[in-house]
Structures are given as structure tokens and as C-alpha cells.
């Protein structure tokens, strides 16, 4: 999502260097708000939170199970090694190199499934804060929108702005949402 919003920024920034260079009076009133602040502070990020905590404790557990099954299985071959014929040696390492790299695919195939989730869940949730955002851009006047936060460690879109163009507190009143007690401009 922050991909769209990044290409909305700068799609709208073009247009607005070509109204400026063509000459063209538009009327233009530009608004800003902060999609992850609102994303975080409203009822369903609690509830993906949680969903997606659920699944990875899942995940975690049995990882741990197979890591103790693999951790007993080399002890096991470390403790005997030195009275097993080679051919059984042989296979008990094959044997373990095999458990090794299940463990490894199994983390990694954890991974991946929980940052799907995290978007299947997110994705409705995205979408409902944009219809918030447009309907209030519509009903105030406002032509473009920006997203004042460009992501973590990055520095924001929005640098210097009146806080009257803020329609955080908006968004979150088209939500259904009553605002933090801190500032909405975060």
C-alpha cells in the first residue's frame, strides 16, 4: 500500500508542476494525514495484532518441537557415533542434515505465510481508511491528500504544512474512531 501512496505522491506532484507551467488557474487545496497513525490507532489493528500474534505462537510452537525432536536426535548420534558402523553413521547424518534443512524451510515458510497474512488482514482494513480519506477530501474541498509519514526511518512527505490541512482527527471521526488524546499530526 505504501507503494500506491508513493506513486499518488508523486503522480500528483507531476500534475501539479504541469497546472503550474501551462498556466492553468486550478483550484487547488491540499489536505494531509498520517495513514500508519491512524492504522495503529484504531480498533482492527488490535485485532490483526492479535490474529497474527495467535498464528505465530502456532508457528513458534512447533518450531520449538521440531528443533528439541532434531536437538535429541544429535545427541543421540553424538553419544553412539563412535559404535556405528559407517553405513548407519552415514545415514544418521543424512538423517539430520535432512531434519536441519526442514527446520530451515519450515522458518522460512512460517515467515512467508505470516506476512501474507498480515497483508490479507491488512488489505480490507487499508482500503476502509482510504474511503475515509476520500470521503472527508470530498466533503471538505480538499483536491489532494498526502500522506505526512513516508515510512519508518525515512523523512516525512510532508516537511512544513499549516495544521489546519491536517485531516487526521476527520479521518478518524469518517471511521467511526474517536482520535487519540495526542496529537494527530504524529
Given at each position: 500500500m505504501k507503494q500506491k501512496m508513493k506513486i499518488k505522491l508523486f503522480a500528483t506532484l507531476f500534475a501539479l508542476m504541469m497546472l503550474a507551467g501551462v498556466g492553468?488557474?486550478?483550484q487547488v487545496k491540499i489536505g494531509y494525514t498520517n495513514i500508519d497513525y491512524i492504522l495503529g490507532n484504531i480498533p482492527d489493528s488490535k485485532d490483526i495484532q492479535s490474529k497474527l500474534a495467535t498464528e505465530k505462537a502456532q508457528y513458534d510452537k512447533l518450531l520449538q518441537e521440531k528443533i528439541a525432536d532434531f536437538q535429541k536426535s544429535y545427541e543421540d548420534y553424538q553419544k553412539n557415533a563412535?559404535?556405528?558402523s559407517a553405513v548407519i553413521r552415514q545415514d544418521?547424518?543424512?538423517s539430520l542434515q535432512t531434519s536441519q534443512e526442514g527446520i530451515q524451510e519450515f522458518q522460512q515458510n512460517s515467515e512467508t505465510?505470516?506476512?501474507r497474512k498480515q497483508q490479507e488482514l491488512l488489505a480490507p482494513v487499508m482500503d476502509k481508511i482510504q474511503k475515509a480519506i476520500d470521503e472527508v477530501a470530498a466533503a471538505n474541498g480538499y483536491t489532494h491528500v498526502f500522506n505526512s509519514d513516508?515510512?519508518?526511518g525515512?523523512?516525512?512527505v510532508i516537511l512544513v504544512a499549516p495544521e489546519s490541512d491536517n485531516i487526521t482527527d476527520l479521518v478518524f471521526k469518517q471511521?467511526?474512531?474517536e482520535a487519540p488524546a495526542e496529537a494527530a499530526g504524529n
Amino acid at each position: 500500500m505504501k507503494q500506491k501512496m508513493k506513486i499518488k505522491l508523486f503522480a500528483t506532484l507531476f500534475a501539479l508542476m504541469m497546472l503550474a507551467g501551462v498556466g492553468v488557474q486550478a483550484q487547488v487545496k491540499i489536505g494531509y494525514t498520517n495513514i500508519d497513525y491512524i492504522l495503529g490507532n484504531i480498533p482492527d489493528s488490535k485485532d490483526i495484532q492479535s490474529k497474527l500474534a495467535t498464528e505465530k505462537a502456532q508457528y513458534d510452537k512447533l518450531l520449538q518441537e521440531k528443533i528439541a525432536d532434531f536437538q535429541k536426535s544429535y545427541e543421540d548420534y553424538q553419544k553412539n557415533a563412535g559404535t556405528m558402523s559407517a553405513v548407519i553413521r552415514q545415514d544418521k547424518e543424512k538423517s539430520l542434515q535432512t531434519s536441519q534443512e526442514g527446520i530451515q524451510e519450515f522458518q522460512q515458510n512460517s515467515e512467508t505465510a505470516l506476512q501474507r497474512k498480515q497483508q490479507e488482514l491488512l488489505a480490507p482494513v487499508m482500503d476502509k481508511i482510504q474511503k475515509a480519506i476520500d470521503e472527508v477530501a470530498a466533503a471538505n474541498g480538499y483536491t489532494h491528500v498526502f500522506n505526512s509519514d513516508a515510512g519508518y526511518g525515512t523523512t516525512p512527505v510532508i516537511l512544513v504544512a499549516p495544521e489546519s490541512d491536517n485531516i487526521t482527527d476527520l479521518v478518524f471521526k469518517q471511521l467511526g474512531v474517536e482520535a487519540p488524546a495526542e496529537a494527530a499530526g504524529n
